[in-house]
């Protein structure tokens, strides 16, 4: 059976910075990182709002 999957993706980075002699190009979102940053944010929020900070 022959695959109908391409095995050439051209896909569009998520983001690409560009600054002097330094590229940066990230291919998929990090939703990892975002979803410990979400998490660690909501905990100092929450202790700051609650604590009375």
Known sequence: MASHHS???S?????????????????????????????LAGVLGGAYWFGGG
Request: charged share 20%; aromatic share 12%; no cysteine.
């Open 7 to 9: 095995t050439e993706r």
């Open 11 to 39: 896909t569009t980075p998520f983001m690409e910075f560009r600054a002097g002699g330094v590229h940066l190009v990230v291919q998929r979102p990090p939703y990892r990182l975002f979803s410990l940053l979400g998490s």
